[in-house]
C-alpha cells in the first residue's frame, strides 16, 4: 500500500478511536466487568462467530474452534488423520430485485 493510504487508514483509524471514547464517555461507561444478560451473551457469541465465519470465508481458512486447540498447550493441532474435505465452489452474489427490475426493463 502506498505512503498516502496508510496516512488515510491511521487517520480513519484514530477518529474512530475518538468517536467511540466519546460516545462511551457520553453514555458513562466505564472500564470494568460488564454485566450482561443471558440472551445478551448468547447474542455476542452468534455475532462473533457470524463474523469469525465471515473472516475465514474472505481468508480462506478453515474454522478453528476451542474443541481443536489442545487444551494444556492452548495450541491448534491439526487432526492428520480426518481426510481433507473439497471446499464448495463460492456461490455466485444474488442480484437484487431492484436490480432484476431495472435490467428486465432493459431488455423490453
Known sequence: MDHKGSEMEEAQ???????????L???GV??????????EKENLRNTIELLRKQVNAFTGKT???EHDVNPE???????KTQPEQEEAP???PRINR??????????E
Open 25 to 27: 464517555r457520553k453514555h
Open 73 to 79: 498447550t492452548n495450541v491448534y493441532e491439526e487432526d
Open 13 to 23: 483509524k484514530r477518529m474512530m478511536e475518538l468517536l467511540v471514547s466519546r460516545t
Open 98 to 107: 431492484l436490480a432484476q427490475r431495472r435490467k428486465n426493463r432493459r431488455l
Open 63 to 65: 474454522n478453528v474452534t
Open 30 to 39: 466505564q472500564k470494568g466487568k460488564a454485566n450482561l444478560t443471558e440472551a
Open 90 to 92: 463460492p456461490k455466485a
